[in-house]
T-cell receptor, first 118, second 116 residues
Framework: DTEVTQTPKHLVMGMTNKKSLKCEQHMGHRAMYWYKQKAKKPPELMFVYSYEKLSINESVPSRFSPECPNSSLLNLHLHALQPEDSALYLC?????????????????FGPGTRLTVL | AQTVTQSQPEMSVQEAETVTLSCTYDTSENNYYLFWYKQPPSRQMILVIRQEAYKQQNATENRFSVNFQKAAKSFSLKISDSQLGDTAMYFCAFLKSGGSNYKLTFGKGTLLTVNP
């Protein structure tokens, strides 16, 4: 199973709402990622988890709060978002974070959650 | 820091023809990987092809091949016998080798349309 799943597919929320995005993989990967993608733009890295611990936070506003409850699940909790936060949120996973000289860790992407903030 | 440049925001090609998407990059690293990712409309991003910088031989995956010119820092993607399903946004990406090599540096993308 080389699949990363994300729910929900679409989400519409108001600026005062609290919602969560969910990502799941069953490939035994120990690194998981959240990206934000605006229309016709490349993905922008937000967070990286390695072995369920937050390794990288790319200076993301605190209204985005990631969580990794176990090695298969990754959540992104949303609170007090702004309309400019509307985007496609992609989850990805890879075997692990660190790689040697001649190795790399391919990132497998999920289909994304399309978020609209009103 | 690395930069990846895709100079063609949009391209179109007729079905069954060949098209080449360009990508240049700038880095001071000697060891790295280069990728082409495909993102069809409303579908998930998938890896099309990858190239290790230390390999001189150009990578090939079925109808997809690359022209990797390390000295020129160029990494173009050739799609042969284009199919309607090739319509997608294509992103060129760079990944440094070694250490915690997690950060993909993406180009801005090329929107390819295959016309019937």
């Amino acid at each position: 199973d080389t699949e990363v799943t994300q729910t929900p597919k679409h989400l519409v929320m108001g600026m005062t709402n609290k919602k969560s995005l969910k990502c799941e993989q069953h490939m035994g990967h120990r690194a998981m990622y959240w990206y934000k993608q605006k229309a016709k733009k490349p993905p922008e890295l937000m967070f990286v988890y390695s072995y369920e611990k937050l390794s990288i936070n790319e200076s993301v506003p605190s209204r985005f709060s990631p969580e990794c409850p176990n090695s298969s699940l990754l959540n992104l909790h949303l609170h007090a978002l702004q309309p400019e936060d509307s985007a496609l949120y992609l989850c990805a996973s890879s075997d692990r974070l660190a790689g040697g000289f001649s190795s790399y860790n391919e990132q497998f992407f999920g289909p994304g959650t399309r978020l609209t903030v009103l | 820091a690395q930069t990846v440049t895709q100079s063609q925001p949009e391209m179109s090609v007729q079905e069954a023809e060949t098209v080449t998407l360009s990508c240049t990059y700038d880095t001071s690293e000697n060891n790295y990987y280069l990728f082409w990712y495909k993102q069809p409309p409303s579908r998930q991003m998938i890896l099309v092809i990858r190239q290790e910088a230390y390999k001189q031989q150009n990578a090939t995956e079925n109808r997809f091949s690359v022209n990797f010119q390390k000295a020129a820092k160029s990494f173009s993607l050739k799609i042969s016998d284009s199919q309607l399903g090739d319509t997608a946004m294509y992103f060129c990406a760079f990944l440094k080798s070694g250490g915690s090599n997690y950060k993909l540096t993406f180009g801005k993308g090329t929107l390819l349309t295959v016309n019937p």
